[in-house]
């Protein structure tokens, strides 16, 4: 089901700070910056790595306000690990099967995410304490 992890999601106070910590300390590179309302983050990808089934990531969030997913994960908890996206080749179809094992879903449907994927969350409490995203890259045009 898994193609590969897509991301690491780390939870953030000063976006423009830890991007300059993780360039200078690991010599990554942002290729991709957003801000994604519905999901009340601003966000910036840092490329880590190239495989057969695509890209994989770190997706630093700094919270557009307290009162958002990440928000009040930093309340509770700090800087940290927020969530685990794994590339899926059809989102729906992955929805669909995880939801079948009886695994709480965030979201029922696919939502927009970031570089243009489609994404959607499995409930933490089902998932041994790990906030899980479902990640279906944009198909690409040969
Ligand atoms: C909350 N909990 C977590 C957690 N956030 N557990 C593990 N990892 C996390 N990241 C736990 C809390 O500790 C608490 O457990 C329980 O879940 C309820 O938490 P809450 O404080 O009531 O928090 P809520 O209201 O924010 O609800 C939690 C929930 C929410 C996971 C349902 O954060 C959510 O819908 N997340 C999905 C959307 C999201 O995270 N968007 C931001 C990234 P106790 O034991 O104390 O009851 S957007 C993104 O990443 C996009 C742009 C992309 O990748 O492209």
Request: with cysteine; net charge negative.
């Amino acid at each position: 089901m898994f193609l590969r992890i897509d991301h690491v999601g780390i939870a953030c106070h000063n976006l423009e700070e830890k991007i300059a910590f993780y360039e200078s300390t690991f010599g990554l590179t942002v290729v991709s910056r957003e801000v994604n309302e519905s999901q009340g983050v601003r966000e910036a990808m840092l490329h880590v790595a190239d495989g057969e089934q695509g890209a994989s990531y770190i997706q630093l969030l700094q919270p557009l306000s307290p009162d958002t997913p990440v928000g009040r994960f930093l309340a509770a908890r700090g800087e940290g690990v927020h969530h685990i996206g794994y590339g899926v080749p059809d989102v729906t179809r992955a929805l669909a099967e995880i939801g079948g094992k009886g695994v709480r879903l965030i979201d029922e449907r696919p939502r927009h995410g970031s570089m243009g994927a489609s994404i959607a969350f499995l409930h933490p409490k089902d998932v041994g304490g790990v906030l899980t995203e479902l990640v279906e890259s944009p198909k690409q045009v040969p």
